[in-house]
């Protein structure tokens, strides 16, 4: 019990010294914006490895986040294999392929006015349907082996990129299209100097969506049948042997790819459209 | 809209006719096997010799014999009319003339996707109004609260980057763990996991588009409810909220459609019904027009609920005033 009641006072303490930092007289600097989130999840870390422990919670359930720690640690080199199975294999191939195919088939779809007209509506419409229920008849066409996965990976991102570049083709304006003609500049030229750098904000805001999509399909489809090995394989495989410490090891390491993944096309977006209003410094 | 009707249904007639023409070339193998076992000739002779010989070339030297393409029991690609009768053999014909059906029985069949359907959707909708209630009142309590603002809107964020979904099986396993079934009715026993992970799935793009909407307001509006001298609740209930709703639906469409997603998944641990576990028994059973049938049902839902939610957009927009 003074275990739960300690993790309140930390819970307490912590809102308090947050509240502080985030109404005082720094809160706009840099190193309090970063201060206070991680304040706020080293509390819960703290209060969840308490309240765990205090209330003697079983480990089937939930188990402390040292315990989760230690399973992490402990078992480093299947979880790296996991990782390069669901991320590098399924994962970013499909990613790789679906990013290179939306990007024709959109130059193709923005030339072809019959097209626009006829495939994006299609294209808009798939992009809302639940695309990662074809995971069980691809795993059949493609095996079990990552190629299943990666297949899944190009039906999910291809529609909401499709849509995305399409619609950054078209944003640019009249007069930025007659200057270029007044260059003397014919249909490819147009497109790689302007169009396309214009569309590069659109582009990237398909790939972030695509990039979550992309492990959230390799996973997904690993559920419907995997090697031994693979993030969604060692989720299903752990939860069946009731091995929590182990199924969140591996929940943590695809947060952490999707988190890393996700800041290195921020990065990326910074140096190449460091022109659009958005990147501007404040 | 009628400008586009043609070209829409170009695309469309594209897609049948690619797919009709791929069941081919997927289904050759199988479609030779049981041509060959009713006696006729194929042209490598031998099974073994077959299954080295390239996919074209086994279809171009049995042109002939392709006719059982379309109409293979557990082919490999069933075709879009067999899929069509599937569907209506497990929706109509199941729930009128089956012996389980609701004609004869007066309960909906298990055996149907009506029945599976429903099981999806009503986990679907009661996670989403879970995910979206929780994710207004925090995005209200965001707005408020600087702390909280600093500390949770960051985490938020990240929580977008990460496969959220990863977590359904335990989440399932453990809720049933937990045992809901002792002191719950059975049928909401069983919608509850899913629906909490429907409700965490559509949790995150109501709670981020909510905070955009609930500080759209302008300095101007903000103002002036300052002259008027007006609390902080009447600037939530007469300024900030009419200001967000346009963002709310804008996320509304996400959150369903991402509701049914997390339905589906969360349905695959536990074979206790829904889309997800009849796609699952499919795999398992080989049965792959039940795959599709419930694939194209899960499609169809997705589409009704996100027009749905369209549509009281538009209604409510225009009640509103606001220019679309």
Redesign the interface.
Known sequence: MTLVFTALVIWALG?AF??R???GPH?DTRA??LA??V???LTILVMWELIVRGMEVPG???PPPSAIGATFMGNLPILWGDFTQTILKGGLSGFAIGACAAMLVAILVDKVA??????L??GN?MA???V???A??F???FGFGWHSKAAVVVAMVFFPLLVNIVAGLQDTSAMQRDLMRTYGAGYWHTLFKLRLPSALPFIFNGL?IA??LS??GA??AE???SPTQG??FR??AS?GQ?A?DM??S??LV??LA??V??GVLVIVEKGLTFWHPSQRQQ | MMRNLVPVLTVIAAIFAIWYIACVPMNVREVLTQVEREGAVIVPPQAAERRDAGTWGLVFNNISHLGPSWSMERAKLPSPHQVATEIWDSTVTEEIYGRRGIMRSGTLSNRSLVYHGSVTLNATLLGFIIGTGAGILLAIGIVHSRTMDMSVMPWAIVSQTIPIIALAPMIIVVLYSIGLDRFLPEGLAGMIPKAVISAYLSFFPVLVGMVKGLRSPDAMQMDQMRTYNASKGAVLTKLRLPASVPYLFASLKVGIAASLVGAIVGELPVQRGGLGARMLAGTYYGQTAQIWAALIVAAALAAVLVFLVGRIERRTLRVMGVQT
Request: aromatic residues 14%; proline residues 6%; hydrophobic residues 70%.
């Open positions: 809102w947050n509240a930092l985030a109404n809160a309090v914006r206070v989130p304040i706020f999840g089937v359930i939930l019959f097209l626009k007209r006829g495939l509506p299609v419409f809302a349907l639940p990662v229920g074809i069980p008849i795993v059949m066409w972030k990039i979550t492990l959230v996973i997904v559920f419907f049948g993030l969604g989720i299903s939860v009731l929590l199924v969140w591996a929940i695809a947060a999707g988190s993944l996700y």
